[in-house]
């Protein structure tokens, strides 16, 4: 099977004279995860639903895994799972009921239904609610539901539009845990959000958009390191404190490394010059060093610096 | 954490055909529908109607029911009520089944996934026309239960007929009711627009055609749906009645047996038509 992918071929749709995406040219290609950032009214929401039949194109094409959602879409959605907006469900019908439809629809086979819809509520973990009926169920209780459904299938591509709204701070960590735990083999998972913490926590790439038009689209480093210079911060967690000697010895004199600040006694702000080949190989000295490193991460708000330059330019 | 990717099974899924998707969507609107509040509501008013005829005609026995012909007592009974069970039918179950998609968000819900709308407009429509169904069906049984009580097994074959075309009123004002849900976006708008359509304008358009411009109302529903009542009455009507009132000549139409299935159905067919291409185009801005 090919990779998993998402086109969009000189994609526009106007509202009236209001040009809400405009001639979006954008390819996204194999199991990885991207963000798609830009402000409000950018055309993020108007571009995912043009990629899930929500509302058609003026011009172009929304193309999964090459087929055109609108003029095949049968065989186009077959794969993705999706979370567009807050979706209801009907008020009547129970969690397991409402997957229960999905899965059908989907063609989920009979004998596997039932542990795919459990495993998906456990997921999302609602299995004291699975038998209860949904018009009883808070915003953020209907939200997890609805992303119990986008990944009822297991679907090779998630199209989820800012996820982890109207969930609590509990519930926004469970979900990025969970889209985390998705970026596996053969899957490609496109998601927008305002929150750039949570992009550049749980993404791998990001496209941002303005005014309906694509403005870069490159990996994490790569877009911080455009917009600072070349350069990168990565925060390193560590499981002890580190010895200041070290701090401003060994490591500040590592390859590529321009500074390093501790931003308390366990995290390090690492600013270096270079690629994602660069940030790998400072990954493999800092393990090398046995100091405890128990996470490494481009820093979040690197990529707002970033975000922020670039959508000041546009205005 | 699951291991999400060990957990679900693996993705060879087969969509099924549009048909067998249009049988999803009916079998789970349809339990959304018998569960609802609606329904229930529904179900207590049809109740009540057939309560208090059954009181009235076995209490106060009005002229025209248990002391006339059988013919008579369905005709009065069954004739006089059905189309106000299957309009508030087609409002309660169609008012919003289209509209509510966009304003309740529930499209949101089913339509990004490998299914056409048009199988979703079908199944949604299909529900309706059940759910409909079960509760013209329970008027039917109260009607059979007093008219069994009142003359044995004598049921004029005019009553099934009745029933034939109360059936075909009921798909066609659902049809009716569902192009005007997928006209509004609101479901409120859609509910009231087609209550006033049904009890006030095609009624006033009817008696000022018919009566007053001497046209005759073959583009109205309700006239077409006349047959439902009518068909009790024998001789069957005249096409066109003219009463002279002194300077005033009023023209009464009577649709034909044959003009009203025409009418319903062709009404049936093009509101059906026309709802489902506009649900097909609609966004969800």
């Given at each position: 099977m090919a990779n998993p992918s998402l086109e969009a071929v000189n994609l526009s749709k106007r509202f009236g004279e209001f040009p809400a995406v405009s001639n979006l040219n954008l390819k996204i290609e194999g199991s990885k995860c991207v963000g798609f950032l830009g402000p409000n009214g950018a055309g993020k929401t108007t571009t995912l639903k043009m990629f899930t039949d929500l509302i058609r194109s003026t011009s172009g094409q929304a193309l999964i895994n090459g087929v055109n959602v609108h003029t095949h879409k049968r065989e186009a959605l077959a794969s993705v799972g999706s979370l567009i907006e807050t979706p209801e469900i009907y008020p009547s019908l129970t969690p397991r009921e409402a997957?229960?439809?999905?899965?059908?629809?989907?063609?989920?086979?009979?004998?596997?239904?039932?542990?795919?819809?459990?495993?998906?509520?456990?997921?999302?973990?609602?299995?004291?609610?699975?038998?209860?009926?949904?018009?009883?169920?808070?915003?953020?209780?209907?939200?997890?539901?609805?992303?119990?459904?986008?990944?009822?299938?297991?679907?090779?591509?998630?199209?989820?539009?800012e996820p982890t709204t109207g969930l609590d701070p509990r519930g926004m960590s469970e979900v990025r845990g969970i889209v985390k735990s998705l970026k596996g083999k053969k899957r490609l998972i496109f998601m927008s959000s305002h929150l750039l913490s949570e992009v550049a926590e749980v993404c791998d790439e990001v496209a941002i958009i303005d005014h309906g038009k694509l403005m870069i689209y490159d990996t994490i480093p790569n877009v911080t390191a455009k917009f600072s210079g070349g350069e990168n911060l990565v925060e390193v967690g560590l499981n002890r404190p580190v010895d200041d000697a070290l701090l401003d010895g060994t490591i500040a004199g590592l390859p590529d490394v321009l500074s390093v600040k501790k931003k308390d006694g366990k995290t390090l702000s690492i600013r270096f010059s270079g690629d994602l080949a660069v940030q790998e190989r400072l990954l493999g000295d800092l393990v090398r060093l046995n100091i405890g490193v128990v996470s490494y991460k481009p820093s979040s708000s690197e990529l707002e610096d970033a975000y922020l330059k670039l959508i000041k330019a546009t205005l | 954490m699951i291991n999400m990717s060990e957990t679900y099974p693996s993705s060879g899924n087969v969509v099924p055909s549009s048909i067998a998707q249009v049988g999803i969507i009916t079998k789970y609107t349809f339990l959304d529908y018998f569960r609802s509040r609606r329904f229930l509501v529904l179900a207590i008013i049809t109740l009540l109607i057939g309560f208090l005829l059954t009181f009235a005609v076995g209490y106060y026995n009005p002229p025209g029911f248990r002391g006339g012909t059988s013919l008579n007592f369905y005709g009065n009974w069954w004739g006089s009520v059905t189309t106000f069970v299957v309009i508030l039918s087609g409002i309660f179950f169609g008012g919003d089944a289209i509209s509510g998609e966009f304003q309740n968000k529930t499209g949101y819900f089913g339509i990004p996934n490998p299914i056409n709308r048009s199988s979703i407009y079908v199944g949604k429509w299909l529900a309706a026309f059940l759910a409909s169904t079960i509760i013209l069906g329970v008027f039917t049984v109260i009607t059979l239960g007093n008219g069994i009580a009142y003359f044995g097994l004598d049921i004029p074959i005019e009553f099934w007929e009745s029933v034939l075309f109360t059936w075909l009123y009921l798909v066609s004002v659902l049809g009716f009711t569902f192009f005007f849900s997928a006209v509004f976006k609101s479901s409120s708008i859609a509910i009231l627009t087609t209550v006033i359509l049904f009890l006030f304008v095609f009624g006033i358009i009817e008696l000022v055609a018919g009566a007053?411009?001497?046209?005759?109302?073959?583009?109205?529903?309700?006239?077409?749906a006349a047959i439902i009542s009518n068909v009790f009455l024998v001789p069957y009507p005249p096409h066109i009645t003219v009463l002279e009132a002194g300077p005033l000549n009023l023209t009464t139409y009577t649709a034909t047996i044959p003009q009203g299935i025409a009418i319903m159905a062709v009404y049936f067919i093009i509101t059906f038509i026309l709802g489902l291409l506009l649900f097909q185009r609609k966004e969800f801005t």
């Amino acid at each position: 099977m090919a990779n998993p992918s998402l086109e969009a071929v000189n994609l526009s749709k106007r509202f009236g004279e209001f040009p809400a995406v405009s001639n979006l040219n954008l390819k996204i290609e194999g199991s990885k995860c991207v963000g798609f950032l830009g402000p409000n009214g950018a055309g993020k929401t108007t571009t995912l639903k043009m990629f899930t039949d929500l509302i058609r194109s003026t011009s172009g094409q929304a193309l999964i895994n090459g087929v055109n959602v609108h003029t095949h879409k049968r065989e186009a959605l077959a794969s993705v799972g999706s979370l567009i907006e807050t979706p209801e469900i009907y008020p009547s019908l129970t969690p397991r009921e409402a997957l229960m439809m999905i899965a059908e629809i989907r063609g989920v086979p009979a004998a596997e239904r039932t542990k795919s819809i459990e495993a998906a509520i456990s997921e999302v973990r609602m299995e004291k609610w699975i038998d209860k009926r949904v018009g009883k169920f808070s915003k953020g209780m209907k939200q997890r539901i609805c992303i119990a459904s986008a990944l009822l299938s297991n679907p090779s591509i998630l199209i989820l539009d800012e996820p982890t709204t109207g969930l609590d701070p509990r519930g926004m960590s469970e979900v990025r845990g969970i889209v985390k735990s998705l970026k596996g083999k053969k899957r490609l998972i496109f998601m927008s959000s305002h929150l750039l913490s949570e992009v550049a926590e749980v993404c791998d790439e990001v496209a941002i958009i303005d005014h309906g038009k694509l403005m870069i689209y490159d990996t994490i480093p790569n877009v911080t390191a455009k917009f600072s210079g070349g350069e990168n911060l990565v925060e390193v967690g560590l499981n002890r404190p580190v010895d200041d000697a070290l701090l401003d010895g060994t490591i500040a004199g590592l390859p590529d490394v321009l500074s390093v600040k501790k931003k308390d006694g366990k995290t390090l702000s690492i600013r270096f010059s270079g690629d994602l080949a660069v940030q790998e190989r400072l990954l493999g000295d800092l393990v090398r060093l046995n100091i405890g490193v128990v996470s490494y991460k481009p820093s979040s708000s690197e990529l707002e610096d970033a975000y922020l330059k670039l959508i000041k330019a546009t205005l | 954490m699951i291991n999400m990717s060990e957990t679900y099974p693996s993705s060879g899924n087969v969509v099924p055909s549009s048909i067998a998707q249009v049988g999803i969507i009916t079998k789970y609107t349809f339990l959304d529908y018998f569960r609802s509040r609606r329904f229930l509501v529904l179900a207590i008013i049809t109740l009540l109607i057939g309560f208090l005829l059954t009181f009235a005609v076995g209490y106060y026995n009005p002229p025209g029911f248990r002391g006339g012909t059988s013919l008579n007592f369905y005709g009065n009974w069954w004739g006089s009520v059905t189309t106000f069970v299957v309009i508030l039918s087609g409002i309660f179950f169609g008012g919003d089944a289209i509209s509510g998609e966009f304003q309740n968000k529930t499209g949101y819900f089913g339509i990004p996934n490998p299914i056409n709308r048009s199988s979703i407009y079908v199944g949604k429509w299909l529900a309706a026309f059940l759910a409909s169904t079960i509760i013209l069906g329970v008027f039917t049984v109260i009607t059979l239960g007093n008219g069994i009580a009142y003359f044995g097994l004598d049921i004029p074959i005019e009553f099934w007929e009745s029933v034939l075309f109360t059936w075909l009123y009921l798909v066609s004002v659902l049809g009716f009711t569902f192009f005007f849900s997928a006209v509004f976006k609101s479901s409120s708008i859609a509910i009231l627009t087609t209550v006033i359509l049904f009890l006030f304008v095609f009624g006033i358009i009817e008696l000022v055609a018919g009566a007053l411009a001497h046209v005759e109302p073959w583009f109205i529903l309700t006239y077409g749906a006349a047959i439902i009542s009518n068909v009790f009455l024998v001789p069957y009507p005249p096409h066109i009645t003219v009463l002279e009132a002194g300077p005033l000549n009023l023209t009464t139409y009577t649709a034909t047996i044959p003009q009203g299935i025409a009418i319903m159905a062709v009404y049936f067919i093009i509101t059906f038509i026309l709802g489902l291409l506009l649900f097909q185009r609609k966004e969800f801005t």
